[in-house]
């Protein structure tokens, strides 16, 4: 192709807009231009707080997990039920997920970027609209996600950042519900969204949440960490301490379950980040921990029940090979059944491992995965419980768990024995996880959704209500 | 208004639809379906074809041909003439509305098919809809059922 020739209309994708997708969730942020398969910008909502000579400092992005800086404590704007607690901080987490890889940062005055010589006497006249200039999204309309229990007060924030703080031409809120559901090709489903800091079920009928049945609880992926650290201080032959990397400066390979030969690096008590900081680094090592070693038990009975031959479930686990780990500091084992025991009590309770230290007071029935959808069945009109059971839609990262689709199947095959029960689950990881923006993604970067976006001239004329009317 | 796709409906689907639901009472040379599909440009519904076929095996081995312009798995929207005898009441017909959306197709049409399927059901204005994803949902007793409220077909 002559590089001289600019490309036709139609290779630009023609009437299409280059809109940013912005998919914010609790433990991570996910930003990209729509139209693209996966989002370029994927950053945890978790930001860094700093103090250097006397000045507060902030750091976003991956950066926050580089460096152990002298009283780094890690914070999130988000509060565990997917809510925005500190707007001021949400606001710059999300600016940042699109400036640092998306939109870049926007040229300043020429007269004042200190890259030009300014004539001795002579003041740059125009100053008009050096403001809106600055304004990170003037060119490009925005679609947001949010999760289906997002009050009016917090969406209409929402509209009134993008519109006021960013100068976005257009925007839309989209529930992530419903983009879970149309992107696995249904206009009507019952979404299991699995998320790091809650999990939700969330009826979908006709391309609307039914509110009414919508149900949340904060058994997800972070609840699964605290179960891990709870089986780790109990653990056989010896407890497990989480020591991440840059605590570490050498260390010996060891045999299976021997103590770890390690030497620590120390840091004086004024040099030391936050114990924050070594939490938010604790996390990495269980995620990984998570993607290799939990496995949720296949059913179709509970963990903690007789199995078939008399032989208790527990039994049949405890006999099958375990897998292995090895944790930053070189101790490594194999674990049994302790890998489904960590999971077990998102289904049953009562086979929660029990830790009074833990964040997260003990789980009760109402918030496992079976009985959230029991509750969110019953908050629907009872036509239409058939055709959510027939079309469950699951996504989420913390869906991905080894065995856990199996298992929600067993369970729900038990519970409505009659009702065809059938469950779709994207193969795909990269679909699993970012689901959500995928499905904005798409319509986002549709010439005939325009129709839809709300204009900055209506935002102007309506005010920020407008989100309720337009968003359902 | 709830989260859509916008792309539009094309005035021939809503024309040859009212023609197809008007020809109720005409024996013989009568339309048994219409299927639909969204124009490779991404902007419209558009009639796919119209059919007299009464076999609903050539229906639904033609909703399991569709493909897209690259020769993959595609969704289609139908409209279908289902007719049924209930025992002492007679014959009867119902027009129903399926979503055909293989679960194998790309998430770039399944997302785009399920986010436009109101509108056009809406536009149709059609009460009855059977949403399938896999061939077991478009079996002839499973429509039956549906379009018979459950009386017929058991």
Same mark, same amino acid.
């Given at each position: 192709?002559?590089?001289?020739?600019?490309?036709?209309?139609?290779?630009?994708?023609? +009437?299409?807009?280059?809109?940013?997708?912005?998919?914010?969730?609790?433990?991570?942020?996910?930003?990209?231009?729509?139209?693209?398969?996966?989002?370029?910008?994927? $950053?945890?909502?978790?930001?860094?707080?700093?103090?250097?000579?006397?000045?507060?400092?902030?750091?976003?992005? +991956?950066?926050?997990?580089?460096?152990?800086?002298?009283?780094?404590?890690?914070?999130?704007?988000?509060?565990?039920?997917?809510?925005?607690?500190?707007?001021?901080?949400?606001?710059?987490?999300?600016?940042?997920?699109?400036?640092?890889?998306?939109?870049?940062?926007?040229?300043?005055?020429?007269?004042?970027?200190?890259?030009? +010589?300014?004539?001795?006497?002579?003041?740059?006249?125009?100053?008009?609209?050096?403001?809106?200039?600055?304004?990170?999204?003037? +060119?490009?309309?925005?679609?947001?996600?949010?999760?289906?229990?997002?009050?009016?007060?917090?969406?209409?924030?929402?509209?009134?950042?993008?519109?006021?703080?960013?100068?976005?031409?257009?925007?839309?809120?989209?529930?992530?519900?419903?983009?879970?559901?149309?992107?696995?090709?249904?206009?009507?489903?019952?979404? $299991?969204?699995?998320?790091?800091?809650?999990?939700?079920?969330?009826?979908?009928?006709?391309?609307?949440?039914?509110?009414?049945?919508?149900?949340?609880?904060?058994?997800?992926?972070?609840?699964?960490?605290?179960?891990?650290?709870?089986?780790?201080?109990?653990?056989?032959?010896?407890? $497990?301490?989480?020591?991440?990397?840059?605590?570490?400066?050498?260390?010996?390979?060891?045999?299976?379950?021997?103590?770890?030969?390690?030497?620590?690096?120390?840091?004086?008590?004024?040099?030391?980040?936050?114990?924050?900081?070594?939490?938010?680094?604790?996390?990495?090592?269980?995620?990984?921990?998570?993607?290799?070693?939990?496995?949720?038990?296949?059913?179709?009975?509970?963990?903690?029940?007789?199995?078939?031959?008399?032989?208790?479930?527990?039994?049949?686990?405890?006999?099958?090979?375990?897998?292995?780990?090895?944790?930053?500091?070189?101790?490594?084992?194999?674990?049994?059944?302790?890998?489904?025991?960590?999971?077990?009590?998102?289904?049953?309770?009562?086979?929660?491992?029990?830790?009074?230290?833990?964040?997260?007071?003990?789980?009760?029935?109402?918030?496992?995965?079976?009985?959230?959808?029991? =509750?969110?069945?019953?908050?629907?009109?009872?036509?239409?419980?058939?055709?959510?059971?027939?079309?469950?839609?699951?996504?989420?990262?913390?869906?991905?768990?080894?065995?856990?689709?199996?298992?929600?199947?067993?369970?729900?095959?038990?519970?409505?024995?009659?009702?065809?029960?059938?469950?779709?689950?994207?193969?795909?990881?990269?679909?699993?996880?970012?689901?959500?923006?995928?499905?904005?993604?798409?319509?986002?970067?549709?010439?005939?959704?325009?129709?839809?976006?709300?204009?900055?001239?209506?935002?102007?004329?309506?005010?920020?209500?407008?989100?309720?009317?337009?968003?359902? | 208004?709830?989260?859509?796709?916008?792309?539009?409906?094309?005035?021939?689907?809503?024309?040859?639809?009212?023609?197809?639901?008007?020809?109720?009472?005409?024996?013989?040379?009568?339309?048994?379906?219409?299927?639909?599909?969204?124009?490779?440009?991404?902007?419209?519904?558009?009639?796919?074809?119209?059919?007299?076929?009464?076999?609903?095996?050539?229906?639904?081995?033609?909703?399991?041909?569709?493909?897209?312009?690259?020769?993959?798995?595609?969704?289609?929207?139908?409209?279908?003439?289902?007719?049924?005898?209930?025992?002492?009441?007679?014959?009867?017909?119902?027009?129903?509305?399926?979503?055909?959306?293989?679960?194998?197709?790309?998430?770039?049409?399944?997302?785009?098919?399920?986010?436009?399927?109101?509108?056009?059901?809406?536009?149709? =204005?059609?009460?009855?809809?059977?949403?399938?994803?896999?061939?077991?949902?478009?079996?002839?007793?499973?429509?039956?059922?549906?379009?018979?409220?459950?009386?017929?077909?058991?």
């Amino acid at each position: 192709m002559n590089p001289s020739v600019p490309p036709s209309a139609a290779e630009y994708g023609g +009437d299409e807009v280059s809109a940013i997708v912005l998919d914010p969730g609790f433990s991570t942020t996910r930003a990209g231009f729509a139209g693209e398969d996966t989002p370029k910008s994927l $950053i945890p909502t978790y930001y860094g707080k700093y103090s250097h000579e006397g000045q507060e400092k902030l750091i976003f992005g +991956d950066d926050i997990f580089v460096t152990p800086r002298p009283g780094l404590s890690i914070h999130n704007p988000m509060g565990r039920d997917g809510i925005v607690e500190d707007w001021d901080m949400a606001e710059k987490v999300w600016e940042y997920s699109f400036t640092s890889r998306l939109t870049g940062a926007k040229p300043g005055n020429p007269f004042q970027n200190g890259l030009n +010589d300014v004539p001795e006497g002579e003041m740059p006249t125009e100053m008009e609209g050096v403001e809106s200039d600055e304004k990170p999204l003037a +060119d490009s309309p925005l679609l947001m996600t949010e999760c289906g229990w997002n009050p009016t007060k917090a969406r209409e924030k929402t509209i009134e950042i993008a519109m006021e703080k960013w100068g976005t031409p257009a925007f839309y809120l989209a529930r992530n519900g419903v983009l879970a559901a149309f992107a696995s090709g249904k206009a009507s489903a019952l979404v $299991i969204d699995i998320g790091a800091s809650s999990i939700s079920v969330t009826p979908v009928h006709d391309g609307m949440i039914l509110k009414r049945g919508v149900q949340h609880s904060p058994l997800g992926g972070d609840y699964i960490s605290s179960q891990i650290r709870a089986l780790f201080k109990s653990n056989n032959p010896q407890p $497990i301490t989480i020591t991440p990397h840059y605590l570490i400066s050498s260390k010996t390979a060891v045999d299976a379950g021997q103590p770890p030969q390690v030497n620590y690096k120390t840091y004086p008590p004024e040099k030391a980040p936050d114990a924050s900081y070594r939490t938010l680094l604790e996390e990495r090592t269980l995620s990984e921990f998570k993607e290799c070693v939990v496995q949720v038990w296949p059913g179709p009975s509970k963990l903690l029940s007789p199995g078939p031959n008399g032989v208790s479930n527990e039994e049949v686990a405890r006999s099958s090979p375990g897998r292995p780990f090895e944790f930053p500091d070189g101790y490594n084992q194999i674990f049994g059944v302790d890998r489904y025991r960590v999971v077990e009590s998102l289904f049953d309770v009562k086979a929660a491992i029990p830790d009074p230290d833990s964040p997260f007071p003990a789980p009760t029935p109402a918030q496992t995965v079976p009985e959230l959808i029991k =509750n969110a069945l019953n908050g629907v009109d009872v036509d239409i419980r058939p055709h959510l059971l027939a079309n469950v839609v699951i996504t989420g990262a913390s869906s991905l768990l080894h065995g856990f689709t199996d298992r929600l199947n067993q369970e729900l095959m038990q519970t409505y024995p009659g009702p065809r029960v059938r469950i779709s689950a994207a193969g795909n990881t990269a679909e699993r996880r970012f689901g959500s923006w995928i499905g904005g993604s798409i319509l986002a970067s549709l010439g005939t959704f325009h129709q839809m976006w709300i204009s900055k001239k209506e935002y102007e004329e309506h005010g920020p209500n407008i989100v309720e009317k337009r968003c359902k | 208004m709830s989260l859509a796709s916008g792309v539009q409906i094309a005035d021939d689907c809503i024309t040859e639809f009212n023609n197809f639901r008007m020809s109720g009472n005409v024996k013989g040379d009568k339309t048994k379906f219409i299927i639909f599909k969204i124009s490779d440009d991404k902007k419209t519904v558009v009639i796919d074809e119209t059919s007299k076929d009464q076999d609903y095996e050539v229906f639904r081995s033609k909703l399991e041909a569709a493909r897209d312009d690259k020769g993959k798995v595609a969704p289609r929207y139908a409209v279908y003439d289902v007719e049924y005898e209930l025992p002492g009441e007679g014959k009867r017909s119902k027009i129903v509305f399926i979503s055909w959306v293989p679960s194998n197709t790309p998430m770039l049409w399944s997302m785009i098919y399920a986010s436009t399927r109101e509108n056009l059901k809406n536009a149709l =204005n059609i009460p009855t809809s059977i949403h399938a994803d896999d061939k077991n949902d478009i079996e002839w007793k499973t429509v039956l059922g549906e379009a018979s409220g459950g009386k017929a077909g058991k």
